[in-house]
């Protein structure tokens, strides 16, 4: 089993006159950004597994902006023993435009699970509400560049990583000039933690009654539920799969990946509209189509000149979305614009009424069913 909490972030800084400071390296506008983000750690190698999960790119390393001192497990009332959660990776993301996120992931190593399900009695379920409260409650400690430490539940953690990130990303003239705390809330913004938790090898799951499918019946369980005791709603998604921790299929992947890059984007957008069209000088259709054209051109080119790709049909997936848009870019930023005034809805329970069965199925119709087409091919 694995877990990948992401926190979206918006930064407009480069889209304002004078980016309030910001530092020009790491250059996340480059077709390969190098170099290191400071107090946070250094740009990925592409297709890295060092910061888990191959097949992702563009990435920073940020395990020296956040720590998890206390130890992490799960367990219910009738398993012999607990699952140890492990931190795998800590990683940062931003497009060079207006959207980022961090993402955080965790392990569970098969060897707990299989102590516990491997059994001839039947263990209670999993059950991802329990498991999400469990992980989100956790201290958590984020280290600034200044040399602060702050330490507080996992889940509150948003804005205090985006300090830290603020802090890290802007010259120190810059931090004279533009105090982070107001940069914060006035063109940076953070949302709150959304955990994805992939349960390998058909595991038992209780799926409660606060849930919302994704999929049909016919197809892998993918839903969305709330963790226990959270203000925050529909805050997890639970991707049921029949394949080992370690042997996610491209499907399941290229939904992962891309429905976080769009989660983010939207995010972002949402923020925008929120603030205004006045903070660059264009309107907010201007700057979304923008940041979608070049997500798209990225998206086109991945794996491109990787000789020996590991992964075909998620590379292939990731390129059918972007030629599905690449003549479209104004279609898909009206999607996009769409599925953000979701997200500015009033109540969370209005916002995420709709809002992630819009994105799965976006992702969905232009990416997954091609991927599946490729893997019957053989990769070709």
Known sequence: MFIIVQIPFADFRPIVAGERGRLRSPDWA???????VRGFGKISPR????????????????????????????????????????????????DGQIAGRFEIGFLIAEDYEELIFGRDDVAAPIRPAMLAQRLLTTSVQINSVDGSKQTMPFARC???????????????????????????GSV????????????????PI????DRRYLTSHNEPALFITSARGSQTRNNVIVQASERGTRE?????????VLFAHLNSLVFAYAQLQNVGSSIAGKSTREILRA????????????????????????????????????????????????????????????????????????????????????????GK
Do not use: C
């Open 158 to 184: 948003s804005k205090f990583l985006g300090l830290a990130y603020l802090a890290a990303s802007t010259s120190n003239s810059g931090l004279m000039s533009y105090p982070i705390a107001e940069t914060f």
């Open 30 to 36: 480059a077709d390969e950004p190098k170099g290191f």
């Open 47 to 94: 297709n890295s597994s060092g910061l888990g999960l191959v097949g992702e790119s563009r990435f920073a390393d940020m395990g020296n902006a956040i720590r998890f001192p206390e130890h992490i497990d799960y367990r219910e009332e009738n398993w012999p023993s607990s699952l140890h959660i492990v931190p795998w990776f800590r990683r940062l993301y931003f």
């Open 291 to 378: 940041a979608v054209k070049t997500m798209i051109e990225r998206l086109a080119t991945f794996n491109q000149r990787e000789e020996r790709d590991r992964d075909a049909a998620f590379s292939e997936g990731l390129r059918t979305f972007a030629r599905a848009y690449s003549g479209r870019i104004e279609e898909l930023t009206i999607k996009l614009e769409a599925l953000s005034a979701e997200w500015n809805k009033p109540t969370k329970l209005e916002r995420f009424r709709e809002y992630f069965k819009g994105v799965h199925d976006l992702v969905i119709r232009t990416a997954v069913e091609k991927a599946i087409d490729i893997s019957m091919k053989g």
């Open 206 to 209: 209780s799926d409660g009654r």
């Open 248 to 256: 996610e299929t491209s499907e399941e992947r290229i939904t992962r």
């Open 188 to 203: 940076f913004f953070t949302g709150d933690p959304l955990a994805t938790i992939r349960i390998a090898f058909g595991r």
